[in-house]
């Protein structure tokens, strides 16, 4: 077959022509990066903070004022069960303590014997160290945590953040994700060679940024659940991203191109919808600064760092790999060249869409609304021991505790009386239905114990009832602080700015299509279906994690989860509807037949949705299998977003409400076209 060497023009095309001819350096430059932030991150090592601070609130004026009276440090607890009484096992946990309280950073040791449960079988230990949990060596903790199991016939549970370091192992979630891709790329291009492509794209770009992000969490607050994170959209989006443009580049070689020329052909079409596409993404998580909640600044920040590194690679690493396997790839794609008949599966589809249109919008419309309603019932908290796994030390230790001084203990509620009367208070909890216990007054503050879980609903509401009814009736003013009561200050200061957020991240987003795509209805529409895809997937996780459906404890959800499932699902649903609509504007601007459009537009992109729709689904259900509930949480979240998206969005109704608006869906006001900056995704040629 002769090929055809005609050259694109685009500044994309020129880059994709710079990477072929420097294919090594290219190669050279990213290797470069990836192993010298890789040694230096070695070398700093890391320092994660959660920062879930939230100024101005009357939770976090309780932290800061008990701060100032608090000796610094982590502490954990070590937690003792013996049924004969605890008295009756003396020498043994006497001198098991001794041996604790000469561990390296033990400052001191209190308890158990002066902290009993009525029954005399249950007692704890309080360890306090003297560094901060994430100061402390993890040989160290791990040494605290063998030393305190020493007890003879004594049970044993240890609580604590220090403890939760060295209980919080990894899971193969990001390993089977990878593999999980691999395999579907294998399927879809039958190489190996041509598969493993996309996944080295994205492994370069996510391990580039994760050794950036380590180094930088030194002068930063980077919560510690952000590796885990960024790895799990880094490599959806990389392998995505660089998916896209492979599949123009087939495209190409299929149309009679020679391997340069594809190149620079795909780098000049998909390339753009990949850089627009990411920038929408970085665009709704740099939109997560609109909530002005400290401790998602860097977890945002560090996100839209990993996407734009995925799409630098895409644009720059993945040509010159093209380039440096060129004639292998370009033989297995003759070889195993399927394109047509993927093609006219996806014309009979958008055919028989098109032909009934209202019957398979209503379909995918009813199970989007469906899933969505549960989500109105979300409760949001913080994650406590009493959701641990099972079989864990920490959910031993939480299990114990409420065992021996009931269920509330490991919650208590911190009421500070600024100018009150803290003994008056003290007798006013006391007869306050849902408490169980009250310690005495520790200068002007009061430990109250819920006869309830940190984790049930009743607790929360205690928290607003005493707010609200039982504190205001004594004279001065006092402050309710506590974990379920910062649970419900962030949960009222994410609804309070949400709007904002999402007119922010909405607004920006359809300003881009409305650019792009010289339309009003296309983004609104986009940004219709994108925001029933996120209340969809919120209603599933609310279901499997809130209500504990398919055997999952339940309990409330991780109180930043739903807005950080937002910018990332709103960004990563602005991708697929860029690589849809993208096609189908080419084929309007080149026929002007809007049914065409849909058609073409679906036949040439949905197996490659599809496929990567599937990859980001794999990805993202991998952290299934991590151990923290949190991280579950997001990879179900955003698994359930991705799938409706692919499948039912993508499939069904925007092919059928683009039929149903027809030439009315590219229709612009001619005096706000001419005020709109221009911007293309096609080239002009």
């Not at 880094?234 to 599949?247: E, H, K, M, P």
């Not at 391997?259 to 990949?274: P, Y």
């Not at 839209?304 to 790839?329: D, E, H, I, N, Q």
Request: net charge neutral.
């Amino acid at each position: 077959m002769d090929t055809i060497t005609r050259p694109t023009g685009g500044s994309l095309a020129k880059l994709a022509g710079w990477a072929q001819r420097h294919r090594w350096l290219a190669v050279a430059l990213w290797a470069l990066v990836l192993i010298g932030v890789t040694f230096t991150s070695r070398l700093t090592g890391s320092a994660f903070h959660d920062d879930n601070s939230l100024p101005g609130t009357e939770s976090q004026q309780v932290v800061d004022l008990l701060k100032n009276t608090a000796q610094s440090g982590a502490s954990a607890q070590i937690v003792l069960k013996a049924d004969n009484g605890l008295t009756s096992e003396r020498a043994a946990i006497g001198h098991m303590l001794e041996n604790v309280r000469a561990l390296p950073h033990v400052r001191s040791v209190t308890g158990p014997f002066e902290t009993l449960s009525p029954d005399g079988r249950i007692g704890y230990a309080t360890v306090t160290f003297d560094a901060a949990s994430t100061d402390l060596p993890y040989d160290d903790i791990v040494e605290f945590a063998d030393t305190a199991k020493q007890a003879g016939p004594v049970k044993v549970a240890l609580a604590g953040d220090p403890v939760k370091r060295i209980s919080e192992g990894g899971g193969p979630a990001e390993g089977v994700g990878l593999l999980a891709a691999l395999v579907i790329l294998v399927f879809l291009f039958r190489s190996l060679l041509a598969a493993g492509l996309p996944v080295l794209t994205a492994v370069f770009a996510v391990g580039s940024t994760l050794g950036v992000i380590t180094v930088v969490s030194h002068f930063v607050d980077i919560a510690s659940y952000t590796s885990p994170l960024m790895m799990l959209v880094g490599f959806g989006v990389g392998v995505d991203y660089a998916l896209l443009i492979f599949s123009r580049y087939r495209t190409e070689i299929l149309n009679g191109f020679d391997r340069e020329a594809a190149a620079r052909r795909a780098l000049d079409t998909a390339g753009r919808s990949v850089l627009f596409a990411g920038t929408t993404v970085i665009i709704a998580l740099l939109g997560l600064l609109a909530l002005g909640l400290g401790g998602l600044r860097g977890v945002a920040l560090s996100v839209a760092l990993t996407v734009l590194m995925t799409m630098l690679a895409s644009v720059t690493l993945l040509p010159a790999l093209l380039s440096l396997f060129g004639k292998r790839l370009e033989r297995g794609i003759r070889r195993h060249a399927v394109r047509r008949e993927h093609g006219k599966a996806w014309r009979r589809l958008a055919d028989g869409v098109q032909r009934r249109p209202l019957a398979p919008l209503a379909i995918g419309l009813a199970v989007l609304i469906g899933l969505s309603i549960p989500a109105a019932g979300m409760r949001l908290g913080f994650a406590d021991a009493s959701t641990d796994p099972a079989g864990s030390t920490t959910r031993q230790a939480y299990d114990l505790l409420a065992e021996g001084f009931g269920r509330g203990f490991t919650g208590p509620l911190a009421i500070v009386s600024e100018d009150g009367d803290p003994v008056a208070l003290e007798r006013k909890l006391a007869s306050t239905p849902g408490i169980a216990r009250v310690l005495p007054p520790m200068g002007p503050t009061v430990l109250a114990f819920p006869a309830t879980s940190p984790q049930d609903a009743a607790t929360a509401d205690l928290v607003t009832r005493l707010r609200a009814e039982v504190l205001p009736s004594l004279p001065g003013h006092y402050l309710v602080g506590g974990s379920v009561a910062a649970a419900t200050d962030f949960a009222g200061a994410v609804a309070d700015r949400l709007p904002l957020f999402v007119l922010v991240v909405v607004g920006l987003s359809a300003l881009l299509l409305m650019v792009v795509f010289r339309s009003i209805l296309v983004p609104l529409k986009a940004a219709l279906l994108n925001l029933l895809s996120i209340g969809a997937s919120l209603g599933v996780m609310t279901l499997v994690f809130g209500d504990g459906w398919f055997g999952a404890q339940p309990g409330p959800i991780e109180a930043f989860v739903p807005v950080m499932i937002f910018a990332i699902v709103f960004g990563l649903s602005m991708d697929y509807e860029v690589f849809l609509v993208s096609r189908m504007h080419e084929e309007w601007r080149r026929t002007g037949d809007a049914r065409l459009a849909v058609r073409e537009g679906l036949a040439s992109t949905g197996a490659v949705i599809t496929a990567a729709g599937a990859i980001m689904v794999l990805v993202f259900g991998a952290f299934l299998l991590d151990p923290s509930r949190m991280l579950a949480q997001f990879g179900l979240g955003l698994a359930v977003a991705v799938l409706l998206d692919a499948l039912v969005i993508r499939c069904l109704v925007v092919p059928a409400i683009m039929r149903l608006l027809g030439a009315r869906a590219w229709w612009l006001p001619a005096w706000l076209d001419r005020r709109l900056p221009h911007f293309a995704l096609e080239p002009t040629s």
